[in-house]
């Protein structure tokens, strides 16, 4: 019989003030862990400032489970740069990433590591194309 694997749960939201919100998500991963014979080792609960994303990424380093679950990519972090160091770091430590929106694609394969790096040039371009509507509607104003 194979050992149960350990995975630890990050939910995350930007403001206080929404609690269903953490508690959807955890229930969202739970159940996908539950669903594939995992036993939720640790749960994690970023709220705003009080990130535990440094938290988690020791844990990954200290080997304290063998996978991580989140229910959407950006629920680890707006900032796709930051899901690959987060994917990269669990790939060193053989520790798997999964997303529950995206069902059993792990982003430390290769598969994961593409998805995310389209990902980043997605973000890239809406940053772009926010900065220039930015620049046309500042220089509209400008003109008034």
Known sequence: MTEEKRVAVYARQRRRGN???????????????????MKIAHVYQSVGDDDQ???????????????????????????????VALAETARKHGVAVHVVEWDDLDLTSSKGKLSLHMLGALEDLEKEQTRAKKQVRDSWVNRQ
Request: charged share 30%; with cysteine; hydrophobic share 40%.
């Open 19 to 37: 609690p269903e919100s953490l508690a959807m998500q955890e229930r969202d991963c739970t159940e996908w862990a539950e669903q594939r014979g």
């Open 53 to 83: 994303f440094l938290d988690l990424l020791n844990d990954i380093a200290a080997g304290r489970f063998d996978a991580v679950v989140a229910s959407k990519t950006n629920r680890f972090s707006q900032r796709a740069a930051k899901v």
